[in-house]
């Protein structure tokens, strides 16, 4: 990786740590990364990692690692709050931007520290939340998806009575729905079209309610390898396109603000109202 990557610099404009020679460009660096990840053929993860460094390139340039300092991680932040950004999407951005920096620190062996690490948000705008659904509002849309019956109410349906990612269910094989077993469930693991967002994300999650009732309809009318071949195919998911049609099919249904992340919410609360140990919670 070293002779891609961390290759000798073409100018010193001032004195450079010891390690400056093979200091990568923070785009060579973005190579690196999405390469090393393992997940070079995530169109969505790709164009998450270059979005969120393209902003270091328009608040500041692209540059050798060793020439970044506090001062360009506080005007990207900056540029970032002007732009209108919340601090939550802001943070998300640093992160990745940290995480590139990091790996090529790393595998270069620079030895020098991070800029863009503990960077203060103090100015940025706080997100809006997204409330939790009613049990009456939940109710609401699980009645229309019953009476819809297609496969855009069966993916909230599914995602209504399980609390899972709207990727995660997008992304879902229709093996990965057993209706048949002793207690019916839904196993959430990655595929080749679909990485999870975290290790601990692999779970296995009960099916009940209007989530069984949406998982039978799901094989009984199965053509395809995809629990919904509309928002999946053998390259990726396209949980974007999905939520904004959902979103919109539910906004007469809801309170203000209400969407379909906001059933992970609702689920926490009904888990809580039943007094499910916090442990069994967060799994």
């Avoid at 209706?179 to 990485?195: A, E, L, T």
């Avoid at 928002?231 to 209400?258: E, F, I, Q």
């Amino acid at each position: 990786m070293q002779s891609l990557f961390c290759k000798p610099a073409l100018h010193e404009a001032r004195p450079q740590p010891t390690n400056y020679l093979k200091s990568p460009l923070m785009s060579e660096a973005l190579e690196l990364y999405i390469s090393m990840k393992g997940r070079d053929s995530d169109k969505r993860f790709k164009a998450y990692a270059k979005r969120s460094v393209g902003y270091l390139f328009k608040a500041v340039k692209d540059k050798p690692l060793s020439e970044y300092t506090r001062s360009d991680a506080n005007l990207l932040r900056d540029m970032l709050v002007t732009r209108g950004l919340v601090s939550s999407s802001i943070k998300r951005n640093f992160e990745v931007v940290r995480a590139v920096f990091n790996l090529a620190e790393k595998e270069c062996d620079l030895g020098i520290s991070n800029p863009f690490s503990g960077v203060l948000f103090l100015n940025a705008k706080a997100g809006t939340s997204r409330p939790p659904l009613s049990n009456t509002e939940i109710k609401r849309i699980q009645d229309q998806c019953f009476s819809t019956d297609d496969d855009m109410r069966w993916l909230i349906a599914l995602i209504s009575d399980t609390g899972m990612r709207l990727a995660e269910a997008c992304g879902a094989h229709v093996d990965d729905l057993q209706v048949n077993d002793s207690i019916p469930h839904i196993i959430i693991r990655p595929h080749p079209w679909k990485q999870l967002k975290t290790n601990a994300s692999e779970r296995t999650i009960p099916l009940v309610g209007a989530a069984l009732w949406s998982a039978k309809r799901i094989l009984e009318n199965s053509n395809s390898a995809y629990a919904f071949p509309r928002y999946c195919n053998v390259n990726s998911h396209k949980a974007d396109s999905a939520s904004n049609a959902l979103n919109k099919w539910m906004r007469p249904l809801v309170t203000k603000g209400g969407v379909i992340h906001s059933f992970r919410h609702s689920i926490r609360d009904r888990l809580r109202e039943i007094e499910c140990p916090s442990d069994i919670i967060n799994q």
